[in-house]
Protein backbone atom coordinates (compact mmCIF):
# COMPACT_ATOMS: atom_id res chain seq x y z
CA UNK A 1 0.00 0.00 0.00
CA UNK A 2 1.07 3.52 -0.50
CA UNK A 3 2.20 5.81 2.08
CA UNK A 4 -0.68 5.56 4.60
CA UNK A 5 -0.39 6.97 7.87
CA UNK A 6 -3.10 5.80 10.30
CA UNK A 7 -3.82 7.78 13.34
CA UNK A 8 -6.48 8.38 15.81
CA UNK A 9 -7.05 12.22 15.93
CA UNK A 10 -6.34 15.06 13.53
CA UNK A 11 -6.90 18.27 13.16
CA UNK A 12 -6.65 20.91 10.65
CA UNK A 13 -5.84 24.30 11.10
CA UNK A 14 -3.36 25.97 13.55
CA UNK A 15 -5.89 29.21 14.25
CA UNK A 16 -6.99 29.61 18.17
CA UNK A 17 -9.53 26.42 17.59
CA UNK A 18 -6.69 24.55 16.16
CA UNK A 19 -4.34 24.75 18.97
CA UNK A 20 -6.89 24.89 21.63
CA UNK A 21 -8.35 21.46 20.39
CA UNK A 22 -5.03 20.21 20.37
CA UNK A 23 -4.54 21.30 24.03
CA UNK A 24 -7.67 19.17 24.92
CA UNK A 25 -7.17 16.33 23.12
CA UNK A 26 -3.12 15.44 23.76
CA UNK A 27 -3.97 15.79 27.46
CA UNK A 28 -6.86 13.30 26.70
CA UNK A 29 -4.37 10.73 25.49
CA UNK A 30 -5.89 11.09 21.58
CA UNK A 31 -1.98 11.42 19.99
CA UNK A 32 -3.45 14.64 17.87
CA UNK A 33 -1.48 15.63 14.64
CA UNK A 34 -2.13 19.16 13.71
CA UNK A 35 -1.37 20.22 10.35
CA UNK A 36 -0.94 23.97 10.45
CA UNK A 37 -1.80 24.74 6.45
CA UNK A 38 -0.18 27.75 4.58
CA UNK A 39 -0.81 30.15 7.46
CA UNK A 40 0.21 29.00 10.67
CA UNK A 41 -1.05 30.25 14.18
CA UNK A 42 -4.37 31.54 11.61
CA UNK A 43 -5.63 35.45 11.47
CA UNK A 44 -4.12 36.58 14.82
CA UNK A 45 -0.51 36.73 12.97
CA UNK A 46 -2.10 38.88 10.27
CA UNK A 47 -2.75 42.37 13.41
CA UNK A 48 -0.27 43.00 16.27
CA UNK A 49 -2.27 43.59 19.71
CA UNK A 50 -4.98 41.55 20.95
CA UNK A 51 -6.41 43.37 23.84
CA UNK A 52 -9.63 41.05 24.26
CA UNK A 53 -8.06 37.86 24.95
CA UNK A 54 -8.18 36.99 28.67
CA UNK A 55 -5.50 36.58 30.73
CA UNK A 56 -3.04 39.20 29.20
CA UNK A 57 -4.02 42.17 31.31
CA UNK A 58 -1.73 44.48 28.99
CA UNK A 59 -3.05 42.74 25.73
CA UNK A 60 -0.05 40.43 23.63
CA UNK A 61 0.93 40.65 19.84
CA UNK A 62 -1.32 38.91 17.92
CA UNK A 63 1.73 36.22 16.84
CA UNK A 64 2.99 36.27 20.36
CA UNK A 65 -0.71 34.87 21.56
CA UNK A 66 -0.14 32.31 18.61
CA UNK A 67 3.06 31.00 19.59
CA UNK A 68 2.15 30.73 23.40
CA UNK A 69 -0.62 28.14 22.09
CA UNK A 70 1.35 26.39 19.98
CA UNK A 71 4.29 25.87 23.20
CA UNK A 72 1.14 24.85 25.01
CA UNK A 73 0.14 22.05 22.63
CA UNK A 74 3.51 20.89 22.28
CA UNK A 75 4.17 20.71 25.85
CA UNK A 76 1.52 17.82 25.90
CA UNK A 77 3.07 16.32 22.54
CA UNK A 78 1.01 17.15 20.05
CA UNK A 79 2.54 16.27 16.86
CA UNK A 80 2.17 19.91 14.71
CA UNK A 81 3.14 19.76 11.45
CA UNK A 82 3.20 21.86 8.45
CA UNK A 83 1.12 20.98 5.47
CA UNK A 84 -1.84 21.52 3.47
CA UNK A 85 -4.97 19.39 3.25
CA UNK A 86 -5.37 18.79 -0.22
CA UNK A 87 -8.19 16.58 -0.18
CA UNK A 88 -10.74 14.25 1.45
CA UNK A 89 -13.01 11.69 1.26
CA UNK A 90 -15.40 11.19 4.97
CA UNK A 91 -17.69 8.50 2.68
CA UNK A 92 -16.55 5.73 5.11
CA UNK A 93 -15.07 5.11 8.35
CA UNK A 94 -12.08 5.83 8.80
CA UNK A 95 -11.73 9.56 7.25
CA UNK A 96 -9.59 9.71 4.88
CA UNK A 97 -7.40 13.17 3.65
CA UNK A 98 -4.63 13.77 1.81
CA UNK A 99 -1.51 16.01 2.50
CA UNK A 100 -0.29 16.63 -1.07
CA UNK A 101 0.52 12.64 -1.89
CA UNK A 102 0.44 11.75 1.72
CA UNK A 103 -2.79 9.50 2.73
CA UNK A 104 -3.52 9.70 6.52
CA UNK A 105 -6.62 7.64 7.73
CA UNK A 106 -7.75 8.90 10.84
CA UNK A 107 -10.20 7.87 13.09
CA UNK A 108 -11.51 11.70 14.38
CA UNK A 109 -11.05 14.68 12.23
CA UNK A 110 -11.43 17.98 14.05
CA UNK A 111 -11.78 21.07 11.19
CA UNK A 112 -10.21 24.19 12.49
CA UNK A 113 -9.56 25.71 9.14
CA UNK A 114 -10.50 29.56 9.84
CA UNK A 115 -11.97 32.24 7.41
CA UNK A 116 -10.78 34.85 5.34
CA UNK A 117 -12.31 38.17 5.53
CA UNK A 118 -13.09 39.84 2.45
CA UNK A 119 -11.10 43.34 1.45
CA UNK A 120 -11.87 45.33 -1.21
CA UNK A 121 -8.26 44.73 -2.70
CA UNK A 122 -7.05 48.75 -3.55
CA UNK A 123 -2.99 48.65 -3.32
CA UNK A 124 -3.43 51.59 -0.93
CA UNK A 125 -5.77 49.29 1.61
CA UNK A 126 -3.46 46.40 1.75
CA UNK A 127 -0.73 48.56 2.42
CA UNK A 128 -2.27 50.35 5.55
CA UNK A 129 -3.67 46.63 6.63
CA UNK A 130 -0.02 45.48 6.59
CA UNK A 131 1.20 48.20 8.56
CA UNK A 132 -1.19 47.90 11.51
CA UNK A 133 -1.97 51.82 10.66
CA UNK A 134 -5.23 52.09 10.38
CA UNK A 135 -7.51 49.26 8.37
CA UNK A 136 -9.15 46.58 9.48
CA UNK A 137 -11.70 44.03 9.00
CA UNK A 138 -12.86 43.64 12.80
CA UNK A 139 -15.16 46.54 14.14
CA UNK A 140 -15.13 44.26 17.79
CA UNK A 141 -11.48 43.42 17.42
CA UNK A 142 -10.35 46.85 16.57
CA UNK A 143 -12.77 49.26 17.05
CA UNK A 144 -11.62 50.38 20.69
CA UNK A 145 -8.10 51.24 19.14
CA UNK A 146 -9.99 54.59 17.39
CA UNK A 147 -12.37 55.48 20.20
CA UNK A 148 -13.34 59.24 20.18
CA UNK A 149 -11.57 59.23 16.34
CA UNK A 150 -13.20 60.02 13.12
CA UNK A 151 -13.68 56.54 11.10
CA UNK A 152 -15.43 55.17 7.86
CA UNK A 153 -17.14 51.52 7.25
CA UNK A 154 -17.60 49.81 3.89
CA UNK A 155 -20.18 47.74 3.29
CA UNK A 156 -24.62 47.55 3.07
CA UNK A 157 -25.32 43.98 5.10
CA UNK A 158 -26.75 43.23 8.14
CA UNK A 159 -22.77 42.42 9.43
CA UNK A 160 -21.66 45.91 8.50
CA UNK A 161 -24.71 47.35 10.07
CA UNK A 162 -23.83 45.97 13.37
CA UNK A 163 -20.47 46.98 12.93
CA UNK A 164 -20.96 50.50 12.04
CA UNK A 165 -23.59 50.08 15.18
CA UNK A 166 -20.68 48.99 17.13
CA UNK A 167 -18.10 51.88 16.21
CA UNK A 168 -20.80 54.45 16.83
CA UNK A 169 -20.42 53.66 20.51
CA UNK A 170 -16.89 53.97 20.68
CA UNK A 171 -15.89 56.66 17.67
CA UNK A 172 -16.55 59.78 17.54
CA UNK A 173 -18.45 59.21 13.99
CA UNK A 174 -18.72 56.81 11.24
CA UNK A 175 -18.89 57.12 7.76
CA UNK A 176 -20.52 54.38 6.26
CA UNK A 177 -20.06 54.18 2.66
CA UNK A 178 -22.46 51.84 0.57
CA UNK A 179 -22.05 51.36 -3.33
CA UNK A 180 -25.59 51.13 -4.51
CA UNK A 181 -28.40 53.41 -3.59
CA UNK A 182 -30.05 51.30 -0.59
CA UNK A 183 -28.67 48.87 2.12
CA UNK A 184 -28.57 44.94 1.46
CA UNK A 185 -29.47 44.49 5.37
CA UNK A 186 -33.02 43.48 7.15
CA UNK A 187 -35.26 46.59 7.97
CA UNK A 188 -34.64 46.74 11.33
CA UNK A 189 -30.59 47.42 10.92
CA UNK A 190 -31.42 49.80 8.12
CA UNK A 191 -33.76 51.60 10.22
CA UNK A 192 -30.94 51.28 13.35
CA UNK A 193 -28.29 52.76 11.53
CA UNK A 194 -30.16 55.78 9.91
CA UNK A 195 -31.54 56.93 13.05
CA UNK A 196 -28.13 56.68 15.06
CA UNK A 197 -26.95 59.97 14.79
CA UNK A 198 -23.48 59.59 15.07
CA UNK A 199 -23.40 57.69 11.68
CA UNK A 200 -23.67 59.61 8.55
CA UNK A 201 -24.72 57.54 5.58
CA UNK A 202 -23.21 57.78 1.78
CA UNK A 203 -25.06 55.97 -0.50
CA UNK A 204 -24.19 55.37 -4.24
CA UNK A 205 -20.10 55.38 -2.67
CA UNK A 206 -17.05 53.83 -3.54
CA UNK A 207 -13.76 54.05 -1.74
CA UNK A 208 -11.21 54.69 -4.28
CA UNK A 209 -7.88 55.17 -2.17
CA UNK A 210 -6.73 55.21 1.28
CA UNK A 211 -4.57 58.09 2.38
CA UNK A 212 -2.11 58.42 4.93
CA UNK A 213 1.60 59.30 5.46
CA UNK A 214 2.54 55.73 5.04
CA UNK A 215 2.46 54.29 8.63
CA UNK A 216 -0.90 55.21 9.45
CA UNK A 217 -4.41 56.09 7.76
CA UNK A 218 -5.34 60.08 7.77
CA UNK A 219 -7.99 60.14 5.23
CA UNK A 220 -9.91 57.91 2.54
CA UNK A 221 -10.74 59.08 -1.22
CA UNK A 222 -14.84 58.41 -2.26
CA UNK A 223 -16.28 58.60 -5.15
CA UNK A 224 -20.11 59.23 -5.73
CA UNK A 225 -20.74 56.58 -8.77
CA UNK A 226 -24.48 58.68 -10.09
CA UNK A 227 -22.00 61.82 -9.88
CA UNK A 228 -18.34 60.69 -10.18
CA UNK A 229 -17.49 63.90 -8.03
CA UNK A 230 -14.68 62.59 -5.71
CA UNK A 231 -14.34 63.82 -1.93
CA UNK A 232 -11.53 63.24 0.66
CA UNK A 233 -13.25 62.32 4.45
CA UNK A 234 -10.73 62.64 7.10
CA UNK A 235 -10.69 59.63 9.88
CA UNK A 236 -8.06 57.14 11.26
CA UNK A 237 -9.50 53.98 10.88
CA UNK A 238 -11.25 51.99 7.98
CA UNK A 239 -13.15 49.38 8.83
CA UNK A 240 -14.33 46.92 5.82
CA UNK A 241 -17.08 44.60 6.55
CA UNK A 242 -18.15 43.36 3.04
CA UNK A 243 -17.96 39.48 4.74
CA UNK A 244 -16.01 36.62 4.94
CA UNK A 245 -14.51 33.49 3.32
CA UNK A 246 -14.39 30.13 5.15
CA UNK A 247 -12.11 28.15 4.21
CA UNK A 248 -14.36 24.95 3.70
CA UNK A 249 -13.87 24.21 -0.27
CA UNK A 250 -12.20 20.98 0.66
CA UNK A 251 -14.54 19.31 2.69
CA UNK A 252 -17.49 20.22 0.81
CA UNK A 253 -18.57 17.87 -1.00
CA UNK A 254 -18.84 15.54 2.33
CA UNK A 255 -19.67 17.91 4.90
CA UNK A 256 -22.97 20.43 4.71
CA UNK A 257 -22.38 24.26 4.67
CA UNK A 258 -24.70 27.11 3.93
CA UNK A 259 -24.80 29.10 0.87
CA UNK A 260 -21.66 30.72 1.99
CA UNK A 261 -19.60 27.79 2.61
CA UNK A 262 -19.74 27.97 6.67
CA UNK A 263 -19.77 24.23 8.32
CA UNK A 264 -23.36 23.52 9.20
CA UNK A 265 -22.17 21.99 13.14
CA UNK A 266 -25.56 20.03 15.83
CA UNK A 267 -26.30 23.44 17.43
CA UNK A 268 -24.59 23.55 21.26
CA UNK A 269 -21.79 21.35 19.54
CA UNK A 270 -18.86 20.86 17.22
CA UNK A 271 -20.39 17.84 15.98
CA UNK A 272 -21.09 17.84 11.71
CA UNK A 273 -23.50 15.72 9.57
CA UNK A 274 -20.53 13.25 9.41
CA UNK A 275 -19.66 10.56 12.06
CA UNK A 276 -16.27 11.65 13.40
CA UNK A 277 -15.72 14.72 11.88
CA UNK A 278 -16.07 17.64 14.13
CA UNK A 279 -16.03 21.11 13.30
CA UNK A 280 -14.30 24.73 15.30
CA UNK A 281 -13.83 28.18 14.91
CA UNK A 282 -14.31 31.04 12.14
CA UNK A 283 -15.06 27.74 9.87
CA UNK A 284 -18.52 27.37 11.43
CA UNK A 285 -19.22 30.55 13.44
CA UNK A 286 -21.38 33.17 11.26
CA UNK A 287 -21.68 35.20 13.99
CA UNK A 288 -18.65 36.08 16.44
CA UNK A 289 -15.57 35.46 14.74
CA UNK A 290 -12.79 36.07 17.42
CA UNK A 291 -10.43 34.25 18.83
CA UNK A 292 -11.85 33.33 22.12
CA UNK A 293 -15.06 31.80 20.97
CA UNK A 294 -12.67 29.82 18.39
CA UNK A 295 -11.05 28.66 21.17
CA UNK A 296 -14.05 27.61 23.28
CA UNK A 297 -15.36 25.69 20.56
CA UNK A 298 -11.95 24.04 20.21
CA UNK A 299 -12.43 22.68 23.62
CA UNK A 300 -15.75 21.33 22.29
CA UNK A 301 -14.66 19.74 19.42
CA UNK A 302 -11.94 17.88 20.94
CA UNK A 303 -14.32 16.98 23.65
CA UNK A 304 -17.09 15.43 21.35
CA UNK A 305 -14.07 13.82 19.48
CA UNK A 306 -13.01 12.46 22.85
CA UNK A 307 -16.25 10.97 23.65
CA UNK A 308 -16.59 9.57 19.70
CA UNK A 309 -13.44 7.61 19.83
CA UNK A 310 -14.81 6.44 22.74
CA UNK A 311 -17.61 4.29 21.11
CA UNK A 312 -15.52 3.16 18.55
CA UNK A 313 -13.23 0.94 21.51
C1 LIG B 1 -6.66 41.50 11.24
C2 LIG B 1 -7.43 40.70 12.26
C3 LIG B 1 -7.45 41.10 13.58
C4 LIG B 1 -8.14 40.37 14.53
N1 LIG B 1 -8.12 40.78 15.83
C5 LIG B 1 -8.77 40.05 16.76
C6 LIG B 1 -8.74 40.44 18.13
O1 LIG B 1 -8.14 41.46 18.49
N2 LIG B 1 -9.41 39.67 19.02
C7 LIG B 1 -10.11 38.54 18.65
O2 LIG B 1 -10.67 37.86 19.51
N3 LIG B 1 -10.16 38.16 17.35
C8 LIG B 1 -9.50 38.88 16.42
N4 LIG B 1 -9.58 38.51 15.10
C9 LIG B 1 -10.40 37.34 14.74
C10 LIG B 1 -9.61 36.05 15.05
O3 LIG B 1 -8.35 36.13 14.46
C11 LIG B 1 -10.37 34.84 14.53
O4 LIG B 1 -11.68 34.82 15.07
C12 LIG B 1 -9.66 33.55 14.91
O5 LIG B 1 -8.33 33.57 14.46
C13 LIG B 1 -10.37 32.34 14.33
O6 LIG B 1 -9.64 31.23 14.71
P1 LIG B 1 -9.72 29.85 13.93
O7 LIG B 1 -8.83 28.93 14.69
O8 LIG B 1 -11.11 29.47 13.70
O9 LIG B 1 -9.12 30.11 12.47
P2 LIG B 1 -7.89 30.92 11.87
O10 LIG B 1 -7.20 31.75 12.86
O11 LIG B 1 -8.43 31.55 10.64
O12 LIG B 1 -6.90 29.75 11.45
C14 LIG B 1 -7.21 28.88 10.40
C15 LIG B 1 -6.07 27.91 10.22
O13 LIG B 1 -6.44 26.89 9.29
C16 LIG B 1 -5.37 26.63 8.40
N5 LIG B 1 -5.95 26.05 7.20
C17 LIG B 1 -6.92 26.56 6.39
N6 LIG B 1 -7.15 25.71 5.38
C18 LIG B 1 -6.33 24.64 5.57
C19 LIG B 1 -6.09 23.43 4.85
N7 LIG B 1 -6.76 23.12 3.72
N8 LIG B 1 -5.14 22.57 5.32
C20 LIG B 1 -4.47 22.85 6.48
N9 LIG B 1 -4.66 23.97 7.19
C21 LIG B 1 -5.57 24.85 6.72
C22 LIG B 1 -4.69 27.99 8.25
O14 LIG B 1 -3.34 27.82 7.81
C23 LIG B 1 -4.78 28.52 9.68
O15 LIG B 1 -3.71 28.05 10.43
C24 LIG B 1 -8.87 39.22 14.14
C25 LIG B 1 -8.87 38.81 12.79
C26 LIG B 1 -8.16 39.54 11.85
C27 LIG B 1 -8.14 39.09 10.42
Not at 136 to 158: K, L, M, T
Not at 203 to 217: A, K, L, S
Amino acid sequence: MANIEKIKCLIIGSGPAGYTAAIYASRANLSPVLYQGEQPGGQLTTTNEVENFPGYPEGVMGSELMIHLEQQAKRFGTDIRNGWITKVDFSALPHKVWVEDKEIHADAVIIATGASAKYLGLPSEQHYLKTGGGVSACAVCDGFFYRNQHVAIVGAGDSACEEALYLANICANVTMLVRRDEFRASQIMKERVLKNEKIKVLFNTETEEIIGDGQVVTAIKVRNNKTNESTEIPITGFFVAIGHKPNTDVFKAYIDTDEVGYIKNVPGTSLTNVKGVFVAGDAADTRYRQAITAAGSGCMAALDAEKYLMTLE
